[in-house]
């Protein structure tokens, strides 16, 4: 035996002997991961909060978390001798006199946005091949949690520089606050021990960045692949994938090869954003002062939506007894948001309360055979794509030669009727698709090769399927695949109705071809 | 024919098919270089970036195209730690890809529900348990816990109470009172009518009792845009009116919205507009909201000049600035 044998020999028996691992990594070396491309969606996330963490840890070393007022005195000559918080002149002397420091901030932006990205492209993929239905409703939850607090994480990093871009959108932030009925005035000062904006905020978001959220995430993203290690990852259908197996490649060494191979793509890739496109300049804006303001204040794009509601709101507010209720506040930046991250968090719930489904399902759903979910799954980003055109309303405006009021009405009337029509349309689209589908398999491929008949007539051939496609474009025909009948009992009343009503919308599927179907059409062939 | 309808049968999983590194030793060896290649592009990733943390000036500019001028040690730094990661992964990837084994395998899931026994076993267990320690019968101890428990969390929550002071007056007084000087923002120096032109805009502040030191908190409320119109422009009531002078009308700056600075003025049609949310204030008609989410009109500050012919504030504000709270009487604006 050679010499570095021997040695990890001797350490994995000393290992071992005190905690049995051999037996674990011996299961779980040759454990079986199913392959596709957006089974990295979820990867990508992981290794950007990775990247988050690291070069975090590094901007913690130069960054002062204080608003104490200091004189600038650096190398970036234009705002020599202003006053501005220690906050902002450090990041300053970060992006200008550390070697690597704007770098390091730059891949840590950059890094914040993929970030966020992969998590909204991930529960995409999740949502709209069923991915969150039983047994995976706990990591559903998981997930909207982290999504929900990746908001809150990055607007409080890219606050923590206290320029006047940032500033602004604590501002906005305080008077949201400001605006809860009865308890608001005092919880804005509670947050920010005082009077907007006083001293105390950024050495409070900075902790809540720096430690708390990130521990939060740490344990909830451990939970998270707990759970898809213990319940074994989805798959997609197929010829020799059920329900009962997972079909893919093992752990050692193919796994660890592409997912470690691909943490390095990640964080190279997001090394070249941080590398050439410069972000968050905050140089070029100046440090915080409530009396002023940049012209195209923007928010990073996972809050635009955000920002696109408050500006569509409507002038309401109530005055009544001697107290103020700003529903123009309220309801966009608070009601709204909380019923549609509400609703999403409820809907493997919802779904299954009218299907009456409670089966466990390994397999995907391709998009197009669950139409009503995946109608309902457009609908939703239409309507959140309208809200994030309109938080860009003056930038848009400007770019295209509109006005702002034009923007901002198509997106007052817009919100209300194009998300249903969209639902319409994508219904219809998946319909048509499974149609396609069933075409495909009776019919066979289209080859373009076109041939002359002895009588003239000009046929394309058209060459069937494999046995495997045709089974992959089929197998979700199974009775009651989408939704069960319910008891008749279970429908009674006006929930019961609206259960009845929901089951019916979303069973509604264009029947998949069978073996019996293209024997019969053989039949009439010849 | 038979009325059975047949489905189609799942052809189970496809034979392997053979790549050429797995047949041919050639392909494998070119393999096998190709990833060496990456593994050592990475290397040479690694060697640039610790030259240029050693050797480029940190102050050196270089000017590229479509970037512009771009700090050359930053960008050499950057496309190092690129090519350090990225060519690791690359190659690893290109390793899992063409050598290492790519026959799908198959494993067996389990069910996760327990099975029927265990679940009984447990009920049994945690009922013989419980009862052995009371925990239906003895209710006094439950509810008392209960109630501790309830309690407990309430001394956090107490002791976040320091976190701030109250805000007392804060949201509805300003530094304006009457007789208080505008003074221009940021030269600190006080105006006279004659220093605005017509069209003209200005920040100002109020002067603060000496020895006062101005701080963000002030200026958060205390910030008033003038503008100069023609008097013949203004369509406003007597009052509102008798509050401008000479054609110099005084707003708060603080969006009634959500706080921001309103800061865009257009000239040609006497509008302001706050650049966050695109409220849009008419300044002739006192800056009441023709546009966007803002509720009420930016609150109008009486101004008047001195005896040393200085504007300066006639009374302080007549209702809260700045964006809405619960306690603010709106009754009157």
């Not at chain 1, 050439?276 to 100046?286: E, F, R, Y």
Request: net charge positive; with cysteine.
């Amino acid at each position: 035996m050679k010499p570095t044998q021997k040695a990890a020999g001797a350490a994995a028996n000393y290992v071992d002997e005190r905690t049995g691992a051999a037996k674990w990594l011996k299961k779980n070396l040759t454990k079986v991961f199913p392959d596709h491309w957006s089974f990295m969606l979820g990867e990508i996330a992981l290794y950007s909060f990775i990247i988050l963490l690291l070069t975090g840890t590094f901007l913690t070393f130069w960054f002062d978390p204080s608003q104490r007022e200091v004189i600038y005195n650096g190398s970036y000559l234009p705002l020599n001798g202003l006053h501005m918080s220690a906050a902002y002149d450090s990041t300053l002397r970060l992006s200008f006199d550390v070697r690597g420091g704007l770098l390091m901030r730059q891949i840590h932006h950059w890094s914040a946005l993929i970030f966020m990205s992969a998590i909204v492209a991930h529960l995409f993929r999740v949502f709209f091949t069923g991915a969150f239905r039983k047994p995976r409703e706990f990591n559903w939850l998981i997930g909207v949690g982290l999504l929900t607090f990746g908001i809150v994480e990055g607007f409080l990093g890219y606050s923590l520089p206290d320029d006047l871009l940032s500033g602004t959108g604590i501002r906005i932030a305080e008077a949201i606050l400001q605006a809860i009925p009865v308890v608001g005035s005092y919880l804005s000062f509670f947050a920010f021990g005082g009077a907007f904006p006083g001293t105390a905020f950024i050495p409070r978001i900075f902790i809540v960045h720096v430690l708390l959220l990130p521990g939060l995430f740490l344990a909830l993203i451990t939970i998270h692949l707990m759970l898809v290690w213990y319940q074994k990852h989805t798959q997609y259908p197929g010829p020799g994938r059920t329900e009962k197996n997972v079909v893919g490649y093992p752990l050692m060494p193919v796994y660890m090869a592409k997912a470690g191979g691909f943490f390095f793509v990640v964080f190279g890739v997001t090394a070249f954003l941080g590398a050439v496109a410069s972000i968050n300049p905050i140089w070029l804006v100046g440090p915080y002062t409530p009396g002023q303001i940049s012209a195209g204040s923007q928010p990073d794009w996972y809050m635009g939506w955000l920002d696109g509601l408050v500006r569509a709101a409507p002038p309401l507010e109530t005055h009544a007894f001697g107290h103020t209720i700003s529903w123009n506040i309220l309801i966009p930046g608070l009601i709204l948001p909380g019923i549609l991250f509400t609703g999403m968090a409820l809907y493997p719930f919802i779904e299954s309360w009218f299907t009456g489904d409670k089966r466990e399902h390994h397999l995907l759903d391709r998009p197009r055979n669950a139409p009503n979910r995946t109608a309902l799954g457009v609908t939703s980003i239409v309507f959140i794509l309208i809200t994030i055109v309109n938080g860009g309303n003056d930038i848009i405006a400007t770019h295209f030669h509109l006005t702002i009021n034009g923007v901002m009405w198509f997106t007052r009337v817009g919100l209300f009727v194009i998300p249903p029509i969209a639902f319409v349309v994508t219904k219809r689209v998946c319909l048509s698709l499974q149609r396609s589908d069933r075409d495909l398999v009776l019919h066979g491929r289209e080859t373009g090769r076109l041939v002359m008949m002895p009588n003239g007539e000009m046929l394309e051939v058209h060459e069937p399927l494999s046995d495997a496609k045709k089974w992959t474009l089929t197998q979700h025909q199974r009775p009651e695949a989408l939704a069960a009948p319910l008891p008749a009992s279970a429908t009674v009343g006006l929930k019961g109705k609206l259960r009845a009503r929901m089951n019916r919308a979303h069973a509604t599927q264009i029947p998949a071809p069978t073996l019996t179907d293209l024997k019969e059409l053989g039949e009439g062939h010849h | 024919m038979s009325n059975q309808i047949e489905r189609f049968e799942d052809p189970g999983l496809p034979a392997h098919v053979h790549r050429n590194a797995d047949s041919d030793p050639l392909a494998a060896k070119r393999a096998e270089r190709q990833v060496a290649i990456l593994f050592m592009l990475s290397a040479l990733g690694t060697v640039l970036t610790i030259a240029a943390y050693i050797y480029v000036k940190s102050d050196k500019y270089v000017y590229l195209p479509i970037m512009g001028s771009t700090n050359l040690q930053q960008i050499l730094l950057g496309l190092g730690l690129t090519a350090s990661t990225l060519f690791i992964g690359l190659g690893a990837i290109q390793w899992a890809k063409k050598l290492m084994p790519d026959q799908e395998e198959i494993a067996e899931r389990h069910e996760f529900r327990s099975k029927e026994v265990d679940r009984d076993e447990l009920v049994a267990a945690f009922k013989e348990r419980g009862g052995s320690a009371g925990l239906g019968r003895r209710s006094l101890i439950k509810r008392s816990l209960g109630l501790s428990l309830g309690l407990v969390g309430l001394s956090p929550l107490v002791l976040l109470r320091d976190t701030g002071p109250l805000p007392k007056k804060f949201f509805t007084t300003t530094d304006w009172t009457a007789g208080t000087r505008l003074l221009l923002d940021p030269a600190g120096t006080p105006i006279k009518a004659s220093d605005l032109e017509v069209g003209a805009v200005a920040q100002v502040l109020p002067e603060l009792p000496a020895g006062t030191e101005r701080t963000l908190e002030n200026t958060g409320k205390d910030a008033v845009l003038l503008i100069r119109l023609r008097p013949e422009d203004f369509n406003l009531d007597p009052q509102k009116l008798s509050w401008t002078y000479q054609g110099i009308i005084a707003f708060s700056k603080i969006c009634t919205h959500m706080g921001c600075a309103v800061a865009l003025y257009e000239q040609q049609t006497h509008h302001l507009l706050c650049p966050c949310h695109q409220s849009t204030f008419d300044v002739t008609r006192g800056a009441k909201v023709i546009f966007g989410p803002a509720a009420r009109p930016l609150p109008q500050l009486a101004i008047t000049v001195d005896a040393d012919g200085y504007l300066v504030a006639v009374q302080p504000f007549t209702v809260p600035i700045g964006p809405s709270f619960w306690e603010r009487n709106s009754s009157n604006g």
